[in-house]
């Protein structure tokens, strides 16, 4: 029995659930739906963003509308034209089985009188972003005075945007006798002044704890120099291949300049920020969905809105001014139960702000240190391994093989090997040998490091693809190995091998146990790897996860020629590669290739 049907929900609306795979309520709309459908109340719903609160409201809106009365029954206001065009397209969906309901979403960048047409033809639930709605009242286009519901939804976002006086403006024009429902995942005081002012007794659901962090993201943060922030942004965007995050900066300037140099120097990345025309903006955000871009470096209030399925990570860059905002950026990732990684990237003199947030979010920091250049080409080389492992031939290559074995028919199984993987990865290997430790010591820290002879690091070939994150992975080679908590540490997982560390006297019996076992029909397959998962200044971390892990550079030029297009720049155009990126393909362009040879000339 589908778990929605228990919440009181109709058939046409259980209908659609079905249809859209939907079995299981979250947590929020466990708690709301039954009670928004039981009595015309007002509500504060307190919950990170991406727990699923457009169904939480939608589904008991939809079903007390009345299709048949074609007046404006409802009002949604949300931050962004994004989230607007988002929640519309989910009402949409859920109402598809309800004859006669029309749901128009109303946005700036769009043409108000289109909009207005719209509203005129029947529009029993309007979804608006703040300041549009405000224009459409004040020149008469839309009439709001006898709606029965007004929906506020991500309103901490709202009034951090300064959308506060419009809120208010549209409230006094609604009927005091409305249902109000507040939806936020903070409790910022604007937003408590609001439901003081324009509700009556409101009922509190709160998911999690007021203001506090979801469960489903850890945070890091890694302590650089100030000169190497941007170098730390690479290297750990190189230490994990599968990267896809937004990156946050806290100007439009610093957002564009990071950018381009991601760009300039081989990564798939693109600028979000408010300078951008909407076309322009589409573009970036369509080729973001599409994983054509795996860094999308934004501002705050350019990124208010982004509903993106399986974001990996969110890296600040910089922090935010307000530490609440904080939150809002880390709720990027971690959505729909998946776990998800928020990064910091700091200074020495910015790590009182850790503390601050660690208040806010109810979450502990976990203090890492940069990955150093040999653990990135090792973490490198393995992924590139598996890749080769698990590629799908296509059998159209048959026709030339017979000229491709004359071409090696002299090289051993072993020298093929050798040099297939070099050519990928020996860039990686130039690149990275001649590079420094990025680690920036905490003053006052006592040293207490895991050295090469005290530990030993180990390959495995299991990884998140088999179900495992790194808290998982511990347990189960600790529960395997019969081993204590703190013998295994610097757990790194990969999606298709990990890294983990014993004492070196463990070495012995961890090699024997696990590469006698099987996992799921698989053989386990456990090798000590050349390093030891530390570096200079690298500190022991007993909680588990490498201290050098962070997450990693997109896919190789190769595959990113069969299967991605282009990146987009702040101008919405296709990028050529840089010539300082360890990995580089042809630039996909003839600007970016005459830009590339005129470079070559010169160096």
């Not at 291949?241 to 300039?264: G, N, W, Y």
């Not at 001649?434 to 002879?453: C, E, M, R, W």
């Not at 495992?468 to 610097?490: A, E, N, P, Q, V």
Request: charged share 30%; with cysteine; hydrophobic share 35%.
């Amino acid at each position: 029995m589908n778990k929605f049907e228990q919440l009181g929900l109709n058939e046409s609306l259980l209908k659609a659930i079905s249809d859209l795979g939907f079995e299981t309520p979250s947590e929020v709309q466990e708690k709301a739906i039954p009670l928004l459908l039981e009595k015309d109340t007002d509500i504060v719903a307190l919950a990170q963003t991406g727990t699923g609160k457009t169904a939480a409201f939608g589904f008991p809106l939809i079903q007390k509308i009345n299709p048949e009365n074609r007046n404006t029954q409802a009002l949604i206001l949300s931050p962004t034209r994004e989230l607007c065009l988002q929640i519309t397209n989910e009402i949409k969906n859920y109402s598809k089985y309800v004859k006669g309901l029309h749901t128009v979403a109303v946005y700036g960048g769009a043409s108000i009188t289109e909009q207005a047409k719209d509203v005129r033809r029947g529009a029993q639930i309007i979804v608006a972003t703040p300041g549009r709605m405000q224009d459409m009242i004040n020149r008469g286009f839309v009439d709001i005075s006898a709606i029965d519901f007004c929906i506020l939804d991500e309103a901490d976002e709202m009034l951090n945007m300064g959308f506060y006086d419009d809120i208010v403006a549209i409230l006094s024009t609604s009927p005091d006798e409305k249902s109000t429902w507040l939806f936020s995942a903070t409790m910022p005081q604007e937003v408590a002044r609001i439901a003081r002012e324009f509700m009556r007794k409101p009922l509190e659901i709160t998911v999690g704890h007021k203001n506090s962090g979801s469960s489903t993201v850890s945070h890091e943060y890694y302590l650089v120099n100030a000169r190497d922030r941007y170098e730390a942004l690479k290297r750990l965007a190189d230490a994990n291949p599968d990267i896809f995050s937004v990156v946050f900066c806290r100007t439009k300037r610093d957002t564009q300049a990071i950018a381009e140099k991601l760009i300039e120097d081989g990564y798939n990345a693109a600028a979000l920020h408010g300078d951008l025309s909407q076309a322009q903006r589409d573009a970036v955000m369509k080729s973001f969905r599409n994983r054509q871009i795996q860094m999308l470096v934004a501002t705050d209030v350019a990124a208010r809105g982004i509903d993106v399925d399986n974001i990996t990570h969110v890296i600040n860059y910089q922090l935010p001014d307000e530490v609440e905002t904080y939150n809002h950026r880390s709720g990027r990732t971690g959505r729909a139960g998946k776990l998800g990684t928020s990064i910091v990237i700091i200074t020495k003199s910015e790590l009182r702000k850790i503390s601050a947030i660690e208040r806010i979010i109810k979450q502990k920091f976990e203090e890492k240190t940069i990955p150093s250049g040999i653990e990135i080409c090792e973490i490198q080389l393995f992924h590139l391994a598996n890749r080769i492992k698990d590629v799908e031939v296509d059998h159209e290559i048959d026709a030339y093989l017979p000229a491709i074995y004359e071409v090696m028919k002299d090289l051993t199984k072993e020298e093929l090997i050798k040099k297939m993987v070099s050519v990928e990865f020996n860039r990686f290997l130039n690149y990275y040998k001649k590079n420094k430790d990025l680690s920036a010591q905490k003053a006052g820290d006592k040293k207490d490091f895991v050295s090469g002879d005290g530990a030993v690091r180990y390959f495995v070939n299991i990884g998140s693809r088999d179900n495992f994150d790194w808290m998982s992975l511990k347990d189960f080679l600790r529960d395997t190995l019969g081993l204590g908590r703190d013998d295994i540490f610097k757990v790194d997982v990969k999606e298709g091998f990990s890294f983990f560390n014993t004492y070196a006297d463990h070495a012995e019996m961890v090699l024997d146990t696990l590469n006698s076992l099987h996992l799921e029909g698989r053989r386990i397959n456990v090798e000590v790897s050349k390093n030891d998962g530390s570096s200079n200044n690298r500190r022991r971390d007993h909680n588990g996860r490498n201290s050098g892990s962070g997450f990693g550079r997109n896919e190789r030029s190769s595959e990113r020629a069969g299967r991605r297009g282009d990146s987009f720049s702040s101008k919405g155009q296709s990028s050529g590669r840089g010539d300082r990126a360890p990995r580089r393909s042809e630039p996909k362009n003839d600007a970016a290739r005459g830009a590339r040879e005129r470079r070559l000339r010169r160096g």
